[in-house]
């Protein structure tokens, strides 16, 4: 076989975090309308990942956050995003850049991708992933993601 000297891996997981990047990007504008919310799972000790140290001592590896009603001061950049959440009644800002992100769900739509970082293997599934940071007001439904085949849209 061919070395993939177009690295086709590196451009997908591109485009996907692009597509994290504009959900986000969306509900900064728009905010999250009827059941759509977010559980973003992010690598803590990423460069550029800002957090108050207590969060941090307590998730060392990967912490996952849920955007649903109680979220402040979204702002999505090219690299990034930040948003106030509030942890044990103290609100705090929180900087994550997207090559961060582990793992993006949106259970009320079935949706959920999954990236690995550099040396590190990929995030658990959006079915196992770890507790929420900032739990949903309702109860989340059971998740399971669709996967779809590159081959059905091949031409023949």
Known sequence: MAQD??????????????VVRDAVK????EGLRSAHHFYI???TQMPGVVIPDSLRARY?????????????DLEVGEDSFSVTLSFQKQ?????????????????SVNFALEFATPDTPPAKTAGNMPAPIEAPTQP?????AEVVTLDSFRKR
């Not at 000297?5 to 692009?18: N, S």
């Not at 060392?60 to 649903?68: F, G, R």
């Not at 609100?91 to 769900?105: D, T």
């Open 140 to 144: 989340a439904e059971k998740t399971s």
């Open 26 to 29: 969306r509900a900064a504008k």
């Open 41 to 43: 799972g992010f690598a």
């Open 5 to 18: 000297l177009f690295h086709y891996d590196k451009m997908v997981e591109r485009a996907l975090r692009g």
């Open 60 to 72: 060392p590896d990967e912490m996952t956050i849920v955007l649903q009603h109680q979220y402040w």
């Open 91 to 107: 609100p705090e800002l929180l900087v994550i850049p997207f090559a961060a992100v582990r793992s993006f769900a949106d259970p």
